[in-house]
């Protein structure tokens, strides 16, 4: 299996910031990643897929590059609702794996 | 609008089953993968599995820890997939989510990869299993 990790696993940032995160994958994964946000009690919200693209109505202050074994997903201009978990996941060979995920916090 | 529920959780004992639904609005569930993934308390995302689209033959994929004992289902005429969960142990315990997934594939160097990502999620519903 391919094995995601994530850093760091927690952030502390202020509102206004622009912060990037970064995951790695065990071995190649072209640019098979994906991005997901996930607030506290709510389900999981793709962002970003391919590394780079975003889901439709994602805003442009999200992007994602990378390919290979390292990524990284980049915030702009933090909002109060961008507080929350990240979290990258691999699919280019099953079984996908998501990394831990990063909780980014308000400073 | 495109919109995914799933139902069926609840309290099961060890050993037994349960069958989740995820029902799909907005979009023809058989032209589209699904995917099931889950999160254990104050855990993080695990993927339990996916059902591809009908393009790709409705083909299906499972984490080994779930594998033999959990089936993904399609019923296209009632555009709801199920998570059939068999065998139960107290470590499936969690939110369950099941989400649209784009089917697709590359060939590159000569081989074929099959991908499935994910672009709109469900609100999940929870397992908890318990004596």
């Known amino acids: 299996d391919i094995h995601m990790t994530q850093s760091p696993s927690s952030l502390s940032a202020s509102v206004g910031d622009s912060i990037t995160i970064t995951c790695r994958a065990s071995?190649?994964?072209?640019?098979?990643l994906a991005w997901f946000q996930q607030r506290p009690g709510k389900a999981p919200k793709s962002l970003i897929y391919a590394a780079s693209s975003l889901h439709r109505g994602v805003p442009s202050k999200f992007s994602g590059s990378g390919s290979g074994t390292d990524f990284t997903l980049t915030i702009s201009s933090l909002l109060p609702e961008d507080f929350a978990t990240y979290y990258c996941?691999?699919?280019?060979?099953?079984?996908?794996?998501f990394g831990p995920g990063t909780r980014l916090e308000i400073k | 609008e495109v919109q995914l529920g799933e139902s069926g959780g609840g309290l099961v004992q060890p050993g037994r089953s349960l069958r989740l639904s995820c029902t799909a609005s907005?979009?023809?569930?058989?032209?589209?993968?699904l995917t099931w993934v889950r999160q254990a308390p104050g855990k993080g995302l695990e993927w339990v599995g996916c059902i591809r689209s009908k393009d790709y033959r409705g083909t299906t994929e499972y984490a080994a820890s779930v594998k033999g004992r959990f089936t993904i289902s399609r019923d296209a005429s009632k555009s709801i997939a199920y998570l059939q969960m068999n065998g139960l142990k107290t470590e499936d315990t969690g939110v369950y989510y099941c989400g649209r997934a784009i089917s697709g594939h590359d060939i590159w160097s000569g081989s074929v990869y099959n991908y499935d990502y994910t672009d709109v999620w469900g609100k999940g519903t929870t397992v908890t299993v318990s004596s």
């Open positions: 071995q190649g994964i072209r640019n098979h």
């Open positions: 996941q691999q699919y280019f060979s099953y079984p996908y794996t």
């Open positions: 907005g979009f023809t569930i058989g032209d589209y993968g």
